[in-house]
């Protein structure tokens, strides 16, 4: 309540005189915190943590029909045993067999790396064509960006451009017209998901990789970068492409954890490289009976992975990525299972809270409460308790742990 009866100050020269060095003092920093908010987070000098991240998974009751990539034409994830569904992996998700679309789950993924102390996701996308399931899989990956946006969380594309040559074989595209597609597509990225306050910068530009060297050749990559509306930093897989600032790492099953230690060496001449960390790859091609498969690299109780971390994260690279958080047909995941639990998760918490990288009063078992609001959104609830569920994501977004615990309990 405003005071009419104050009397009047005998020091008002002083007081006017404190009041302009206190406007200035004010101006100045709400001056630098917009220079400082405005600055790319790519400048920074923090290392991110971004986990490989597949949506391709289709599953009832969110979707009609169980999708490939639990079944691979093989197995019937309406069979249980010992209350686990027949899916095509060795390991079960914690959650169970999900879609890929359900916001719910996504939440839930983004909000349990956020407390692992990971940043963000790389997201497999197989370009806007209509084809195959690749529309499904735009707007399940269009719903993971809106739910970074919404949770606070990085985001990157890996094209798979594997998807050009079938295309073409599918008379869906010219020859001729490798390269233009390529350029369509990335241009679209420059018009829409590149313009995201998520998306990750390099050196200003978007960053962006291409999965394989199944799709376009080097000279057709280095066509394409050349034509785009606006320059991206652009990785190549493995080994460093003449169009590309640098490459990333992926497992390699028949070399292990040496391959990794090549590539950091190979990249040590390279303007920027993005090293892999990886528990193990233990693939289901050959239950499928798809293929004999392509190799394995052991668990080995947890120490694959630990090895795999800390080289990454010991290296200078401004991107470290996680392969996978959920690729469940060749096991290279540290989504949380029925196996491992959440050994993987408490392994980059100890590791990223050493760096600084994770609030101290984050603990295991914070990781848990996402999978409980998964639970309670599944139990179905009304307008009010779905208002309330949202405010409990938005208190683990934000690291409001003891709101979030005392909500969830």
Known sequence: MKHTDQKPTTSTPH??????????LLCFLVTASWAFAEKPSSDKPSQLLLAHYMPWYAAK????VWGWHWT?????????????????????????????????????????????GI???????????????????????????????????????CYEDQTIPALVEGGRLAADDRVSHAVTEIDWLSRYWFRSPSYVKLDG????LSFGHAGLNNDEWSSCLDRL?????????????????????WPIPSRGLDATEKFQQAAADWPHSIPVAFPRFVDVYKEAKLHDGYGRIEDDR????????????????????????????????????????????????????????????VKASDLRLPTKLLERRREGTSLDESQQLNRIAEYLATERLPAAREALD
């Open 15 to 24: 007081r006017r005189h404190f009041v302009r060095v206190l406007a200035t």
């Open 61 to 64: 009751p969110h979707s009609d």
């Open 72 to 116: 691979m034409n093989h197995f019937d994830p309406e069979k249980q045993s010992d209350g686990r569904r027949e899916i095509a992996s060795h390991y079960c998700p914690l959650i169970g067999p999900y879609d890929s679309g359900d916001r719910a789950v996504i939440e839930c993924h983004l909000l349990t790396m956020k407390l692992a």
């Open 119 to 157: 940043d963000g996701v790389i997201v497999d996308w197989y370009g806007l064509t209509d084809f195959r399931d690749y529309a499904t899989l735009h707007r399940n990956t269009t719903r993971v960006l809106q739910e970074c946006e919404r949770l606070k969380m990085k985001f990157v594309i």
């Open 205 to 208: 530009k978007p960053v962006l």
């Open 229 to 249: 509306q606006a320059p991206v930093a652009y990785f190549s897989e493995h080994s460093r492409r003449s169009g590309a600032v640098g490459a990333f790492d």
């Open 302 to 361: 947890g120490q694959t992975f630990r090895t795999s971390l800390q080289r990454a994260l010991n290296s200078n690279a401004k991107i470290v990525q996680i392969a996978t958080w959920n690729d469940w047909g060749e096991g290279t995941v540290i989504e949380p299972s029925a196996e491992f639990g959440y050994r993987d998760l408490q392994l980059i918490q100890t590791l990223r809270r050493s760096r600084n990288k994770l609030p101290v009063d």
